[in-house]
């Protein structure tokens, strides 16, 4: 898409609820070229920046943090950078500067945000869809500082010598990956991405984002994020994203090889092989029931990864579909989030929602069942792992159901209470909703307050998901699982975050 497109003036579409009374100013970004939701979809083709990308990233590499906003704003006010380009560079300068270790996670979220940040541009408003990647911009120089502080990492060339040739290069990375081999499979990754079809390396990916509970579910949502940015960015890029990717999900802190070692994150992907041989014929086609649902919500409360694991098996086994389980581990998880809102408990729904993109776009149907029993027994190790930061709170769902508010709720009221007491928005939403009140008035609101409430990866990443996710529920579940999405999203009373005043000062010219 050239340059000339991006400088199109569009007309502005007003989303249901936009008429609420906030407080906010939806018309920020007015003063640049706006992005329609059609320039920031894949448009069917692969984008190519050309030579015109690599200057770009470097500018963001190299330009301080304190007038990087003002150079792009400047580049895109003139009509030489576009939106993809922008979204392009900004991933390649994360994925260059900013090394996946020692955890996938904490300054590595300046790459894992990046297409939480478009989905929030797509969402918005067109008059606001570069609010969210001006916010990733400024947050990519804050992880490249600590990086270079640090350890001073930048992502390194290919050894040609070691890249295998192309009859070899499909087992190459499945024999480096099962080892544990990090040299290895980085040879073995710029093989399989320059001779594979591009669904071909994802599936071999996916294979391996799922294996193990380190990082809490951050390699398999590395996968997800990094292969929907390429989708809009285009497949040129992809080596040093899956390069970067490999090296992530190879991540074993300081514990002894896995393929040597029998350690604890590793036990649920091998023990739930020998369960997928119990799965019926029919696991796809069954009844999607919430009794069903029910009863894992219930069993996740307590279980092991293996009891969760065989439960979802003996559910499909009596003629409920795969759709029941992934109900169950949608509202367990976000009861987890109202039991301790938190760092540990609002990754159990970003993984489920990664896990569950996976499961969506992989072909092979034995992968499908395992990582459809990952995410069940993920749900438990997210529920022990919050257990061992504290107490859960004594809540359950029908904490929201049964006390649902009742009379007089607004979506103005429900976002008050956002910010103050999130049991008490969430039986709002509850009651909103029952009262035939329309849910994407309370969606469209959360994406917006995120534009200029968002202070953390961990807002957009968040939102991102949850918001999506509730058009994967079965219709009978999506108004608790909305409810259940309070405990994390930002509300009117949340202080706005500290770049809106600059971001105003850089798009005004």
């Known amino acids: 898409m050239s340059p000339l497109a991006n400088r199109r003036r569009f007309l502005q579409v007003a989303a249901a609820g936009s008429s609420l009374s906030l407080g906010l100013d ?11 939701a059609a320039d920031s979809k894949l448009n069917g083709g692969l984008v190519s920046f050309g030579d015109e990308l690599e200057p770009l990233v470097r500018l963001i590499e190299d330009t301080p943090r304190n007038r990087l906003l003002e150079e792009v704003a400047g580049r895109i006010r003139s009509g030489a950078t576009s939106y993809r380009q922008v979204l392009a560079a900004l991933l390649l300068a994360g994925v260059r500067n900013v090394q996946p270790r020692p955890a996938v996670g904490f300054k590595f979220h300046s790459v894992l945000v990046v297409n939480s940040c478009h989905l929030a541009s797509l969402s918005g408003p067109d008059a606001d869809r570069w609010l969210p990647l001006f916010w990733a911009l400024d947050y990519f120089k804050s992880a490249q500082a600590e990086e270079s502080q640090k350890t001073g990492w930048r992502m390194s060339a290919v050894n040609e010598s070691q890249v295998p040739a192309i009859a070899d290069v499909r087992q190459a990375f499945i024999t480096a990956m099962d080892r544990w081999d990090v040299e290895k499979a980085d040879a073995a990754t710029a093989g399989i991405v320059r001779s594979l079809p591009a669904t071909d390396v994802f599936e071999l990916f996916a294979e391996y984002a799922a294996r193990d509970f380190r990082s809490i579910g951050h390699k398999a949502i590395y996968l997800a994020n990094a292969w929907r940015t390429l989708q809009v960015i285009g497949w040129e890029f992809a080596e040093p994203v899956f390069r970067s990717l490999a090296f992530a999900m190879l991540n074993h802190v300081d514990e002894p090889n896995p393929s040597t070692a029998d350690l604890e994150p590793d036990r649920p992907w091998r023990q739930n092989l020998p369960l997928l041989e119990k ?15 029910r009863d894992f919500i219930t069993l996740c409360r307590t279980a092991s990864a293996a009891d969760a694991a065989t439960a979802a098996v003996q559910t499909l086994e009596r003629g409920s579909d795969a759709a029941a389980i992934w109900d169950g581990n949608f509202i367990a998880s976000g009861e987890l989030l109202m039991r301790q809102p938190g760092i540990v408990s609002l990754h159990g729904l970003t993984t489920t ?4 993109y996976l499961w969506q776009n992989v072909g092979n149907e034995t992968l499908r069942k395992r990582l459809l029993l990952q995410a069940c027994s993920f749900t438990t190790l997210f529920r022990q792992a919050a257990e ?5 709170k004594p809540l359950t769902i029908a ?3 049964e006390n649902a508010a009742e009379k007089d709720i607004t979506n103005e009221a429900i976002f008050a209470d956002v910010s103050r007491d999130g049991l008490s928005a969430a039986r709002k939403v509850q009651g909103f909703l029952k009262a035939g009140g329309n849910p994407q008035e309370i969606i469209d609101t959360a994406r917006r307050l995120v534009f200029f409430k968002g202070r953390d990866a961990h807002d957009y990443k968040f939102s991102a998901a949850v918001l999506e996710d509730w058009n994967h529920l079965s219709l009978t579940w999506r108004p608790l699982f ?24 850089a798009l005004s010219g």
Request: glycine content about 10%; hydrophobic content about 45%; cysteine-free.
């Open 26 to 36: 939806w018309g920020l970004l007015s003063s640049l070229p706006q992005v329609t």
């Open 482 to 505: 909305l409810s259940l999405s309070v405990f994390n999203l930002k509300g009117t009373g949340h202080n706005d975050s500290n770049l809106v005043a600059r971001t105003r000062a």
């Open 353 to 356: 929602n990664a896990m569950h």
């Open 279 to 293: 799965i019926p014929a029919g696991w796809l086609h069954g009844r999607v029931e919430a009794d069903a649902a």
């Open 399 to 401: 904490d929201v159901t």
């Open 388 to 392: 061992r930061r504290g107490a859960l």
